[in-house]
């Protein structure tokens, strides 16, 4: 039987194994490894040729046999496990081999896939030895989520206050959203806003948006619109709109007509706008 080129390396016990170990000991100790797998036991000669000295970290994880060889026990043990296996397989293949036509194929065949299917059966091994252990502990039971907040309700009253009747599927999404980002948000807060809202625009002449974009853009933070009424400083208005072609026109003509009756023209235009001082 030709030796196996491959055995099971367990990280995690690795790395918990060799925890203090420098990276010139984890070399050394990774190579003494192979070196047994490949020649079995080795003799003193050999640790000291890799390690250089004898080194007690790397020492310790081998015992000494009867013909005073060291071995890593941990690799005997996984050696020998897959070379049972593998002989148990190739006996049965064996079997039918007397017994089917496709015995001959199915030996050469089978045998090239025996060393992968025994590292997979070989862990499903350990995770039922795992479970079996675990298996009288008491495992915590998962908490059960809490159901999603239903906000229908307090949305239909919502909805009956809003002046805007459209996009009412949005408007339920932004709504919930809006109650789930804000977790102290509630109508409470909410209708008392919409209700300024509404006399907001009335008072503006602005119109209703949408009840989504009012949820997602946080208007009930708003606060109340200020109409401000264009300032008239000593007779005339601070500013004044760029005049039409049609505008210029009749001014000159009103000029004229002031000119002509001895009117003065500002006075003309006071009376004419209903302009009052304030300066």
Same mark, same amino acid.
């Given at each position: 039987?030709?030796?196996?080129? *491959?055995?099971?390396?367990?990280?995690?016990?690795?790395?918990?194994?060799?925890?203090?170990?420098?990276?010139?000991?984890?070399?050394?100790?990774?190579?003494?490894?192979?070196?047994?797998?490949?020649?079995?036991?080795?003799?003193?000669?050999?640790?000291?040729?890799?390690?250089?000295?004898?080194?007690?970290?790397?020492?310790?994880?081998?015992?000494?046999?009867?013909?005073?060889?060291?071995?890593?026990?941990?690799?005997?043990?996984?050696?020998? !496990?897959?070379?049972?296996?593998?002989?148990?397989?190739?006996?049965?293949?064996?079997?039918?081999?007397?017994?089917?036509?496709?015995?001959? $194929?199915?030996?050469? $065949?089978?045998?090239?896939?025996?060393?992968?299917?025994?590292?997979?059966?070989?862990?499903?091994?350990?995770?039922?030895?795992?479970?079996?252990?675990?298996?009288?502990?008491?495992?915590? *039971?998962?908490?059960?989520?809490? /159901?999603?907040? %239903?906000?229908?309700?307090?949305?239909?009253?919502?909805?009956?206050?809003? /002046?805007?009747?459209?996009?009412? !599927?949005?408007?339920?999404?932004?709504?919930?959203?809006?109650?789930?980002?804000? !977790?102290?948000?509630?109508?409470?807060?909410?209708?008392?806003?919409?209700?300024?809202?509404?006399? %907001?625009?009335?008072?503006?002449?602005?119109?209703?948006?949408?009840?989504?974009?009012?949820?997602?853009?946080?208007?009930?933070?708003?606060? /109340? *619109?200020?109409?401000?009424?264009?300032?008239?400083?000593?007779?005339?208005?601070?500013?004044? /709109?760029?005049?039409?072609?049609?505008?210029?026109?009749?001014?000159?003509?009103?000029?004229?007509?002031?000119?002509?009756?001895?009117?003065?023209?500002?006075?003309?235009?006071?009376? !004419?706008?209903?302009?009052?001082?304030?300066?």
């Amino acid at each position: 039987m030709s030796k196996s080129p *491959s055995f099971n390396f367990y990280s995690s016990d690795f790395l918990t194994g060799t925890v203090l170990f420098s990276y010139e000991q984890l070399g050394k100790y990774i190579k003494l490894l192979c070196l047994q797998h490949q020649q079995g036991h080795l003799s003193k000669e050999d640790m000291l040729l890799i390690c250089g000295e004898e080194d007690s970290r790397i020492f310790g994880k081998f015992k000494v046999d009867n013909e005073g060889l060291y071995y890593n026990e941990r690799l005997d043990i996984e050696i020998n !496990k897959k070379v049972n296996w593998v002989e148990s397989r190739r006996a049965n293949l064996s079997k039918c081999k007397s017994t089917h036509h496709m015995g001959t $194929h199915m030996n050469t $065949h089978m045998a090239s896939h025996m060393e992968y299917e025994y590292e997979i059966e070989n862990r499903k091994e350990e995770d039922l030895e795992k479970e079996e252990v675990q298996e009288g502990e008491e495992r915590p *039971s998962k908490r059960p989520k809490p /159901p999603p907040p %239903d906000f229908q309700a307090d949305f239909d009253e919502f909805w009956e206050v809003y /002046p805007q009747k459209k996009s009412k !599927k949005q408007a339920m999404t932004a709504y919930a959203n809006a109650r789930k980002q804000h !977790k102290t948000l509630t109508n409470a807060d909410l209708l008392p806003a919409v209700r300024d809202y509404i006399a %907001d625009c009335e008072r503006t002449g602005c119109p209703y948006a949408y009840a989504s974009t009012w949820l997602n853009g946080e208007r009930w933070n708003d606060a /109340p *619109s200020v109409v401000v009424s264009q300032p008239v400083r000593c007779g005339k208005p601070a500013r004044e /709109p760029p005049k039409t072609a049609q505008q210029l026109k009749s001014e000159r003509i009103r000029k004229q007509f002031c000119e002509l009756n001895g009117i003065d023209y500002q006075e003309f235009l006071d009376k !004419k706008n209903g302009v009052v001082e304030i300066c």
